[in-house]
């Protein structure tokens, strides 16, 4: 299964964003900046994880983005959901009942098994996700983490962050 880049870039936005203090915002070109990414790619993904509440848009001179409600309350599915939709990644097309060896519709009636198998593995992977909150990623990272990234990253939201409008 592939995600796309917005995902990865969702979620480190996301923790940056956690990092903020309470009623602070942060830019999207200062997000941009510390994830080497286009501010216009950028923006796009912003906007859905906005538009799925898991992010606050704040317009104005003080104005950027924060988390939309704790970090506790945002999990890893909420974003990805967010960021690639709803749909499975697998999506069967019925084409065993195609080819020269098709038969009559009727003989498939039982669903696909490849189908049920990729479903069940889709379950597994959103259950995963569903039960991983950014707070828990945010903690693993804070217990592992080079000091020097840590420190890198405070200043960076120090300096970035806009005062509370």
């Given amino acids: 299964m592939k995600l796309s880049e917005g995902v990865e870039a969702a979620i480190h936005c996301a923790t940056l964003l956690a ?3 309470e009623g602070r915002t942060m830019p999207a070109s200062a997000l941009a900046e510390y994830h080497g990414l286009s501010p216009s790619y950028l923006l796009k993904h912003l906007k859905t994880l906005t ?11 003080h104005g950027g ?6 970090a506790d309350a945002i999990t890893l ?10 749909q499975p990644a697998f999506r069967c097309a019925e084409i065993r009942q195609r080819g020269p060896g098709a038969l009559e519709p009727e003989v498939y009636a039982a669903p696909c098994n490849i189908n049920a198998a990729m479903l069940r593995a889709e379950q597994a992977y959103r259950a995963e996700l569903r039960k991983t909150r950014l707070s828990d990623v945010i ?6 983490a080079d000091p020097r990234a ?6 960076f939201v120090a300096r ?3 005062p509370q409008g």
């Fill in 19 to 21: 990092q903020l203090e």
């Fill in 51 to 61: 538009a799925a509440r898991i992010l606050e848009s704040v317009s104005g001179p």
């Fill in 65 to 70: 983005y924060r988390l939309a409600r704790s």
């Fill in 77 to 86: 599915l909420d974003v990805v959901l967010a960021i690639e939709g709803p």
């Fill in 139 to 144: 903690s693993d990272y804070l217990g592992e």
């Fill in 150 to 155: 840590l420190a890198f990253s405070c200043a």
């Fill in 160 to 162: 970035n962050q806009r």
